[in-house]
């Protein structure tokens, strides 16, 4: 996973705020092997409760390595956790990001580079504090470009870059 964020989340500039975090070891990557949405709520709750008690650690990485393999699946899991979010009382205090090894974006065709700027080599609920982004996006030029620039730096890579990447470093 750490391999997987060095080269295409930092490597290729898909979130640019990534490297500053990660340069000060600031992610926190937590492995959950289990496979139903009550342990991964669960563990969710457990991180949401340790970043409120260590504002040292700025993100945390929940990496499902055995469970929610199908993309549908998937987003159930991300539906019902945004709504504990919410239940819990930390809706605008944190956010998560979606990443999955099948991610498809809404409107973009199949087989486009596009989906691999949220593609990874296991299903991941990235939790991250509002204010973080907030303060990054009040300095960061552009910020409504990063969306598009992800979109033509794949483009520009290309499927058969991407595969191999992740088919790599799932076999580590």
């Known amino acids: 996973m750490k391999q997987w964020l060095d080269e295409i989340v930092i490597g290729q500039n898909f979130c640019p705020f990534a490297r500053f975090v990660r340069d000060n070891k600031q992610i926190r990557f937590v492995e959950h092997q289990q496979q139903t949405i009550e342990s991964a709520m669960l563990v969710l709750q457990e991180e949401i409760q340790r970043l409120e008690a260590d504002n040292e650690t700025a993100t945390t990485l929940i990496v499902f390595s055995k469970g929610f393999v199908d993309f549908n699946d998937y987003l159930d899991l991300l539906d019902i956790a945004n709504e504990m979010l919410e239940q819990w009382g930390y809706w605008g205090k944190y956010q998560l990001a ?70 790599q470093y799932r076999h580590k």
């Open 98 to 167: 979606s990443f999955h090894p099948d991610y498809l974006f809404e409107g973009e065709a199949v087989g486009s580079a596009s989906h691999y700027t949220n593609r990874a080599p296991f299903p991941i609920l990235h939790l991250l504090r509002e204010r973080d982004i907030e303060t990054v996006l009040t300095n960061y030029p552009h910020p409504e470009k990063i969306y598009e620039n992800n979109k033509i730096r794949s483009l520009e890579l290309g499927v058969n870059y991407f595969k191999q990447k992740l088919a």
